[in-house]
Nanobody, 124 residues
């Protein structure tokens, strides 16, 4: 079992930045593909970013490309999402997730473990 706990959410003005963290316990994350998803009120959960187990590959949704950066520190068993140039439409609950699969990283069904989420609110 893998337990994931997100942190770092909060309230920020448009144009500002937040750094989300996802700390894992139970097992090392080094063999897992890690993803970040978000869900706004009344909307489905959507893919934001993913990173391969060896950090070689990263993937981003078009809506965040160039503004968000996903990274991981396997020694600390932690994954990060640096969010810059935030917009009001980035407001959502952000979830991290883990999977041992290496494809379909954009699909929620690929992931086996989920955190409880952290709220990020961007004011205009």
């Amino acid at each position: 079992q893998v337990q994931l706990v997100e942190s770092g959410g909060g309230l920020v003005q448009a144009g500002g930045s937040l750094r989300l963290s996802c700390a894992a316990s139970g097992r090392t994350l080094s063999a897992y593909t890690m993803g970040w998803f978000r869900q706004a009120p009344g909307k489905e959960r959507e893919f934001v970013a993913a990173i391969s187990w060896n950090r070689i590959s990263t993937y981003y949704a078009d809506s965040v490309k160039g503004r968000f950066t996903i990274s991981r520190d396997n020694a600390k068993n932690t994954v990060y999402l640096q969010m810059n140039s935030l917009k009001p439409e980035d407001t959502a609950v952000y979830y991290c997730a883990a999977t041992r699969k290496y494809s379909d990283y954009y699909d929620t069904r690929t992931y086996d473990y989920w955190g409880q989420g952290t709220q990020a609110t961007v004011s205009s």
